[in-house]
């Protein structure tokens, strides 16, 4: 079993529509879970960081982390053409320079 | 200041070359990391450097040697690599506190043949 599970895709959606992504873990060391984005050719960029059970917002985006049953989601709202790209959850155990376990991805389109 | 940069872009090597990627950052973050991607999966941690020290290596091939001058710069030295090192290599870096946010760089995109 791997430590992270994250459905592959494609997930493909229309404008506008909101967009649920999500990954489950099976180590319950994990303490902090982020949300990348990457284009493809292009090096991943951080959307969201949290580091406690419940839901952080950030604009359109809404992270939300469940310890109790190792499940975390993105939520993007009023989803763009623009926002076509894969996403990744990532985890770890400890803070201060530490490694990060990616999920494997999940690649969506958003149909104009 | 608030990227990580990467040079080259693109690198093509044979299997007899010695070649070295760059990543540098002005964010004044002192953990720095290289991380391989293949095609359609996510990055692998190869080093991470904390303080200028290589504090994690993932069990990396000899053929990779990292290094870290100062708290800006982190190089990739490459030599004798095989085809199925051909990747995306990508450098992070982060504050090295609690919480700790790892930014990317672009990535050098090699390809070995």
């Known amino acids: 079993q791997k430590e992270v599970e994250q459905d592959p895709g494609p997930l493909s959606v229309p404008e506008g529509a909101i967009v649920s992504l999500n990954c489950t873990y099976s180590n319950s060391a994990f303490q902090y879970f982020m949300w990348y984005r990457q284009y493809s050719r292009k090096g991943p960029e951080l959307l969201m960081y949290?580091?406690?059970?419940g839901n952080k917002e950030d604009g359109r985006f809404t992270a939300q982390v469940d310890k109790s049953s190792k499940y975390i989601s993105l939520f993007i709202r009023d989803s763009q053409p623009s926002d076509s790209a894969t996403y990744l959850c990532?985890?770890?155990?400890?803070?201060?320079?530490?490694?990060?376990?990616f999920g494997s991805g999940t690649r969506l389109s958003i149909r104009p | 200041d608030t990227e990580v940069t990467q040079t080259p872009k693109h690198l093509v090597m044979g299997m007899t070359n010695k070649k070295s990627l760059k990543c540098e950052q002005h964010?004044?973050?002192?953990?720095m990391y290289w991380y391989k991607q293949k095609a359609k999966k996510p990055p692998e941690l190869m080093f991470v450097y904390s303080y200028e020290k290589l504090s994690i290596n993932e069990s990396v091939p000899s053929r990779f040697s990292p290094e870290c001058p100062n708290s800006s710069l982190l190089n990739l030295h490459l030599h004798a690599l095989q085809p199925e090192d051909s990747a995306l290599y990508l450098c992070?870096?982060?504050?090295?506190?609690?919480?700790?946010?790892?930014?990317f760089g672009p990535g050098t995109r090699l390809t070995v043949l």
């Open positions: 992070a870096s982060s504050q090295g506190g609690d919480p700790d946010e790892q930014f």
């Open positions: 949290t580091y406690s059970s």
């Open positions: 964010m004044g973050h002192r953990a």
């Open positions: 990532a985890m770890s155990a400890y803070s201060s320079a530490s490694k990060i376990i």
